[in-house]
Structures are given as structure tokens and as C-alpha cells.
């Protein structure tokens, strides 16, 4: 038998560890950085997330991403977040959502859809809606 099947697993040491988490944090701002310059955009983050080499991007906070979008505050990024979960009906807070939520494939796109969805639609009411009061 060879040394590498009898041989343990190799363990990183602290900096190697600390290396790699700060070039995930490195490559999570580069595509942040990015995305604000309209570089890139939100379709290209889900993207590059479903990849072996954007897997780090999975773990993004989706208000984060969606805030980091140009015009599009905190606020207005938790509010479209609300209403994806509205529309498929899950109690969940905002703040909890990440990345990898929206792109689970046991979803068959039915959570990229209902974010597609609460982007482009507008959140004002009509007013035949409201009426009279």
C-alpha cells in the first residue's frame, strides 16, 4: 500500500487555516465590490455561486447581496426579502436568508422566481386596492 491511503489526513496548521478563510472573505469582497460597480450583476453572483469556485458565496447574507445592489438600501433589500417569503409562504426572518437558501435545487427555482418576482414588482398599491379607505 502507499503512504498516502495508510497515512492520516494531513492537518492544517493555524495560519494555513487563516489564509484560506481570509481569502474567502477576499473573494466574497470581490464580488461585492463588483457588483456595486455594476461590473457584475445580481444574476451573475447566483451564478458564479452555483460553482465549485463561487461556493464561498453560498454563504452570503441575501439582504447583504441584495444591498450591495446599486440604488437599493438595507431596508429596501429586507423588504424584498419579505415578500419572496411572503409569496411562498414561509415564516422566516429576513436577516436569516442567505445565499444558498435561494439557490437550493430542492426548490426547482421556485425561491430564485419568487425573488425575481418581488424585484421587479412594485411594492406601492393600487389605489382601487385601498379604496375608500
Do not use: C, F
Request: proline share 5%; charged share 30%.
Amino acid at each position: 500500500m502507499s503512504d498516502s491511503v495508510t497515512s492520516p489526513a494531513r492537518r492544517l496548521s493555524i495560519e494555513e487555516l487563516n489564509e484560506r478563510r481570509r481569502a474567502v472573505y477576499r473573494y466574497r469582497a470581490e464580488w461585492l465590490i463588483a457588483l456595486r460597480a455594476g461590473a457584475v450583476t445580481l444574476s451573475d453572483v447566483l451564478r458564479q455561486a452555483e460553482t465549485v469556485e463561487g461556493a464561498p458565496l453560498m454563504m452570503l447574507s441575501l439582504r447583504e447581496v441584495l444591498a450591495t445592489l446599486p440604488d437599493m438600501s438595507s431596508a429596501k433589500a429586507t423588504h424584498i426579502i419579505r415578500r419572496t417569503l411572503d409569496e411562498l409562504g414561509i415564516d422566516e426572518k429576513p436577516e436569516k436568508i442567505k445565499v444558498r437558501w435561494v439557490m437550493n435545487q430542492r426548490s426547482r427555482r421556485r425561491r430564485v422566481v419568487a425573488l425575481a418576482d418581488a424585484m421587479t414588482r412594485s411594492h406601492r398599491t393600487s389605489p382601487t386596492e385601498t379604496w375608500p379607505w
